[in-house]
Every structure is written in C-alpha cells, then in structure tokens.
RNA sequence: UGCCCGGUGGUGUAAUUGGUAACACACCAGACUCUGGUUCUGGUAUCCAAGGUUCGAGUCCUUGCCGGGCAACCA
C-alpha cells in the first residue's frame, strides 16, 4: 500500500480525539468498540463504522472492542454472531481477546438498576404498551404522568424483583426512568429501561425474563469497558442526553458519544429488513448473492478487503447526509486488483479463429506475464494452435471509425502470440460471421515485429484444441435508479435492474485458470476483475465478475451514438 | 406546529481553527502503452441566502430558506 493511501485525513471525530488528548480527558487513552446487534448479516455499511472504530484504535495506539449488542432475544441468534466475526476478520481487523457480549453484563446492569431504583429515578409501571404510548404525548404536545410513577421504593424494588424472577406474564410490567414526561425529547419522557420477555437467549438461556432496553444497556456497556469515544450512528443524536442521564445518576465512568452519518450508496440499499425482503422474494440468491451489499456479498463478487478499507478511508466521515458513487467502490476495487491479481486470457462470448498457414496439430507454449504491475508475480506458459477463439466483439467484418480491433484485411496482434492478418470470413445462413481466417506472421513471436511494424490493437486469446469451459456471471448494479428508497409512490423493489445477472455458460479461458480455488481473484486480460466462485466445479469453473475494466472503446462508442 | 442535527465543484471530503478554497472520484483533452487496462500531463467546475462583527469570514453572530432525525416493551 502506497503511504499516500494510508494517510488518513482528518474528520471531526478525530479532531474530538485529540481534544482530548490534549486535555488527559481519558489520561491519554483511546478505547473504540463496534457493537454489532447479532441480528442480520454485515453490510458495507457496517464496513466503514468498522473501519472507523478499529482504524481510530490503531491510529492512535488504542484498542477497540467486539462487542455484541445482545439485548434482545426474541431477534438475535448465535449463527448472526458467527457470520459477523467472519466477516470483521475478514476486512483485516483484530479484536485480540476483547470479543464480549452485553448479555455478559446483565447481572452488572440489574444491580445497576436497583440502584437507580433506590435513588428514586426508576419505577415500575402497570401500563401497557399502548398506554405507555398514550401517555407520551406527541412531538408537540408533553405527556402524562403515569399513575404508577410515585409508587414507594419499596414497593418498586420488590416489583423489580418479582419481574426478574418471573412472576409476571410479557408485557404486564415495565421498568422506567423517572425523568421528565413534558421533556422536549421524547427519549427523556420516562424511558424503558427493563421489558418482561419469557424468551430463551442465545448465550443466557433461561436465567432472565427480563432484557434491557437499548438506551439502558449501551451506556452501560460502554462504561463497564471504559470506552472512551463511543461512536454510533446520527439517529442515535438525540439519545445521547439519555446516554449521559444514565451515566451521571449512576455517577460511573462516562465515555463519550460521538455520532456520524452512516454509509449510503448509489444504486443500493442498506437498510436491513430491506435487503431481507430481497432475499426473502427472492430477487437475489441469498444473503451471499454477489449483488448484495452485505460483506459476504461483496467477498463473493471478488472485491478485496484492502479495496474496502481503501474506500472507507477516502470517503470520510462527517455529519452530512451524503450519498456515496457506487464508481468510487469500484475505483478502489480496480485500484487495488490492478496492483494484485494476476492475468489470465478468457473469452467470454467465442469467435472461432482459423490461422490458415499455421501448421495443423501443432501447438506452442508461449510466455505470458502474470501481474505486469508485480514483476515477482513471474510468467506462465499459454498454448497457441491453429485453432483459436477471440471476443466476438473484437472482430468487426464493417468496422466504424476509430474502431481498431480485427476486420477483414487488418493486422492485429493476438497477446503474446503473433501478428495475424484477417483475410476471411465464414458466415452461417442468417449472415452471421461464424468463422474467421487469418494468416500469421512467424517473425512475430511473443508479440513484437522484427521490422518495427506497429498494430493498432492487441487481442486476447484462448487456443481452441486446450480451452479451459468455464461459465462467468456478469454482475451490475442491482438497482436502475440511485436511491431506490427515494422513489415517490413506489416500492424499491420496482427499481430492481432486470439486467443485474448475465450467465455466459460457453466461455473459454486458458489452461491455467483452472488452477485456482474458490475465492481467488484475477483479471481476465481486456475485460475485467473475476472472482472465482465456490459454485465452481473441478472440469468448469465459474468466474463473477467484480468489475469490468475502464473501457475507452464502449465511452467512444457511447459518444458516436450521442452524435447520431 | 416542539426538540436535535446538518448545508463547501456533478459526487464526496478538507482548509494550518479568522488570512484569500485543496484532494479524490466522475467528466473532457492529450502523451505513453504487447490489456482501448495501468501510468503521466493538462482542463472544466465549488463556499444555501441576506444582514452583522472584523483590516479581513467557508470559518464567529442573527435571521431566513432547504434537508435529515425523533412519538418500539427495536437497535
């Protein structure tokens, strides 16, 4: 990685950081975690509050925490916990020993409550959900009291304990906050702090009825680890006088909240129930489905964690609403592929080749680069015969201008072969070219001519008689619009690009990239960044496409049909 | 008709914290090239508005406009 990629340039966060650095705020430490909800899979999204949180540890010298925010059981299960560690793994970031639960905490936060109860800043209430609904007034409007809220300490203690040990049906008790019903926050009107849930916990089993809610365990959380900067997202802005009401009343370590815009992205959602609705209606193959923002997603469709922290470094972080170009992904994927995958020859669409005055039967081993940007990389041996295919779209029998690739009479060089002259063309009943015929030039071995003789273009190649089938799925945006959320009057999944999946089953690549295993990454030359699939099977591979190549010929021809 | 937060090229992010707008992506033009890739060179284009403070404002103040969030026993 160049050092110029791995300046961070400076955001308001770390501007926050060394505030307090400065003034020995948290004598000198700097503590992140990143609290995954054990609920669904990893998004991009996730990505960059990952990279934020471990990245600031690493910056300066702190540690960052893995930490599940297990509260709610009735949603949260121990495959999401496994998917989750996989998946920060593989975006290259490491925990150490520091892998906790909130759940491991609950005894913790109960005692916590007792207190608050003590100190008369919590009760328990009778209402229900709909009362309790009732009863908080509107965004306008202060609530009501609850009939419950001066009950005696006592009696609320010995409420709290029957809670916990079961004595009451879901739903029938709540534990609250005695804060300010006619607050201008709705988050400080009396909060829930405990809810009756008869549900077994992925990791506690059945030793509580009774869960924290999300406002009463964070803080918690983040004080038991001594947290110092605790980042979370802008929706959380209006919670932080609760997070700090806490705190305080319970007069523990208080770290600071600190929250930022979230990720969004062109021509993608990330909302989770969202991405569900994909799977579940079967718009994509899974949660894994290469068209998938998800984490596993993106691994499958073959782009590298380096390229995703490349990216989440470049765009920042910030309070701003913004939208991210899904063409700044990709560039950090063609960034980093560029420097790292090796080469490979692949015909995705076949044109038959008939070198006529090349000896039949005969086939040579010629010298290919492998990563040309990675001289270590080495070479490989390809095989030339006289039977060839090329990219159907290489040839052209009418070619337009500024089209330099094969058309009848033209030189061409094939990549690390030879020189070839197109001097015919077959064409089946419909007028279609099945077959072209060319001569080659012997001087022209390896690619270069004894006489200096230039070509306008060089084209990629696979010998007929040792093609490697292989089946290749083009990938695209999965949506046609930018923010398919955004649409008026109409449901994102209207926007859902019909042409995000295109199976090539006939393809033909060289020997060589049979070679490789699941997962492996490479440039197919001309083309574009493949992936190979874990569908691949021994005798036919299967090759996503991550990204295709910049292509200045399909731009020139965009431009020619503008003009037209 | 409440509270909180935000607004810098097309898209994002920055500006030594009050000193004359930069970087990246995208786009355009050119050079180089055994990938129409990579690389290199150049170019287009920006402070929401109006007042105020100041020698000086993207930065501070006021007002307005626009955008986002908030009324789960979700996180």
């Not at 992904?329 to 980093?336: G, I, Y």
Request: with cysteine.
């Amino acid at each position: 990685m160049d050092t110029e990629d791995k300046e961070q340039s400076r955001d308001f966060i770390r501007d926050i950081i060394d505030d307090d650095l400065k003034t020995g705020k948290y004598e000198g430490r700097v503590h992140t975690r990143f609290p995954p909800e054990p609920n669904g899979y990893l998004h991009i999204g996730h990505g960059k509050a990952i990279c934020l949180n471990f990245g600031i540890a690493e910056q300066y010298g702190g540690l960052c925490n893995l930490r599940f925010d297990d509260t709610n059981p009735t949603r949260e299960g121990e495959e999401y916990v496994q998917s989750i560690i996989e998946d920060i793994k593989w975006l290259g970031f490491d925990w150490e020993d520091r892998l906790y639960f909130a759940s491991d905490y609950f005894d913790q936060m109960y005692e916590y409550a007792v207190q608050l109860v003590k100190d008369g800043k919590a009760y328990v209430d009778d209402l229900n959900a709909e009362e309790i609904s009732e009863h908080r007034g509107t965004l306008t409007s202060p609530g009501k009291n609850s009939p419950y809220r001066d009950r005696p300490v006592e009696e609320n203690l010995n409420l709290l304990e029957k809670m916990k040990a079961g004595e009451f049906g879901d739903g029938e008790k709540v534990l609250r906050a005695r804060i300010d019903m006619a607050h201008p926050n709705m988050n400080m009107r009396d909060p829930v702090m405990y809810r009756i849930l008869h549900a077994a916990h992925h990791r506690t089993g059945d030793k509580w009825c009774i869960y924290p809610m999300y406002d009463w365990a964070h803080g918690l959380e983040d004080s038991i680890e001594k947290i110092t900067h605790s980042i979370c997202s802008l929706e959380f802005e209006n919670h932080r006088p609760l997070y700090d009401w806490f705190l305080d009343e319970l007069g523990v370590y208080h770290p600071q909240q600190i929250e930022f815009a979230r990720l969004n992205l062109s021509y993608t959602i990330m909302s989770k129930r969202k991405l569900i609705r994909l799977v579940e209606e079967g718009d994509v193959s899974g949660w894994d489905d290469p068209r998938m923002p998800t984490i596993s997603g993106i691994r499958r469709r073959g782009y590298s964690p380096e390229s995703i922290r490349s990216f989440c470094r470049r765009i920042g972080v910030a309070k701003f609403n913004s939208t991210i170009s899904l063409e700044l992904l990709e560039h950090c994927v063609r960034q980093d592929l560029n420097k790292t995958s090796l080469r490979f020859m692949g015909v995705l669409r076949p044109l038959k080749v008939v070198i006529d005055n090349y000896p039949e039967g005969q086939v040579e081993e010629l010298d290919a680069v492998n990563n040309p940007e990675d001289p270590d990389a080495g070479t490989r041996k390809v095989p030339f015969s006289k039977v060839l295919y090329i990219e159907r779209e290489d040839f052209m029998e009418d070619p337009p201008k500024k089209f330099y690739r094969l058309s009848p009479g033209r030189e061409v060089r094939l990549r690390y072969a030879y020189f070839v002259t197109c001097t015919d063309v077959v064409k089946d009943e419909n007028g279609e070219v099945i077959e072209v015929h060319c001569t080659y030039d012997p001087a022209t071995r390896g690619g270069d001519s004894p006489d200096g003789r230039k070509v306008k273009s060089t084209l990629h190649w696979v010998s007929a008689e040792r093609a490697l089938d292989a089946e290749v799925r083009l990938y695209d945006k999965l949506f046609t619009v930018e923010d398919p959320l955004g649409q008026k009057d109409a449901d994102f999944r209207d926007f859902l690009n019909p042409d995000s999946l295109e199976i090539l089953k006939s393809c033909k690549a060289e020997p060589a990239a049979g070679n490789l295993k699941p997962f492996d990454r490479i440039q197919f030359e001309r083309i574009g960044y493949f992936c190979v699939d874990p569908d691949s099977a021994e005798e036919k591979p299967v090759f996503n496409r991550a990204v295709g190549l910049r292509d200045t010929w399909a731009r020139i021809q965009k431009q020619q049909k503008k003009k037209k």
